[in-house]
């Protein structure tokens, strides 16, 4: 079966573009949750979505929207790019909302995003 | 602001020897996770636990959640080169959809 598939795997971008990042969660699965982990940090949470809902929003300008699709496949869009964009963003798929034991997330490689 | 607070940052051991890594916050948590990352890829998941005072074993990985389930710790026996990686701990609360993460410790083990 296959895991969470992040698309691109790397991306380089100019400040001020706008990027889409793209996911797909493991079959069955219907929690997609994007984080943005800085290097030498922890994942930040950017996004929760349940069944096509926003559940949850971090603390991230407007900048940042996401959606998922019928299909439960999610995209993250970052408007005007700033150089602190520059992270790896890391796309989770969860069976439940709530992570419930015994699931819990799981990752996909990420999107390596720079912004130059 | 990270509102788990993981510690040691580094480390950097022999193999063979044990170690133990903690998770902290003023936060009471309904689950906490571990996770272990290794460059260039996603986190794995390692182990959730739930209650109070409970501990998991995972081969050489013992993890305990504390009593009041605001900390946690990872205890790793006998560590091995492949134990090498970010081990980050992460919480989530009770009717919340956002998991915390901490900001990891990364281990390295030496042959």
């Known amino acids: 079966d296959a895991g969470v598939t992040q698309s691109p795997t790397h991306l380089i971008k100019t400040r001020g573009q706008h990027v889409t990042l793209r996911c797909s969660p493991i079959s069955g699965h219907k929690s997609v949750s994007w984080y943005q982990q800085v290097l030498g940090q922890g994942p930040q949470f950017i996004f929760q979505?349940?069944?096509?809902?926003?559940?949850g929003r971090g603390n991230f300008p407007d900048r940042f929207s996401a959606r998922q699709f019928p299909n439960y496949s999610s995209e993250l869009n970052v408007n005007a790019l700033l150089l602190g964009d520059s992270a790896l963003y890391l796309c989770a798929s969860s069976q439940n909302e709530d992570l419930r034991p015994p699931y819990g997330y799981t990752f996909g490689s990420g999107t390596r995003l720079t912004v130059v | 602001t990270q509102l788990l607070e993981q510690s040691p940052q580094f480390l950097s051991i022999q193999e063979g020897e044990n170690l133990t890594v903690y998770c902290n916050s003023s936060s009471v948590f309904s689950s906490l996770q571990w996770y272990r990352q290794e460059p260039g890829e996603g986190p794995v998941l390692l182990v959730t636990?739930?209650?109070?005072?409970e501990v998991k074993k995972l081969k050489r990985l013992t993890f305990q959640f504390g009593d009041a389930r605001k900390d946690s710790s990872l205890h790793i026996t006998a560590a091995q080169p492949g134990d090498t990686g970010l081990y980050l701990c992460a919480g989530a609360r009770t009717g919340g959809f956002k998991t915390i993460f901490g900001a990891g410790t990364r281990l390295f083990v030496k042959a």
């Open positions: 979505y349940y069944e096509k809902e926003e559940r």
């Open positions: 636990v739930v209650t109070g005072g």
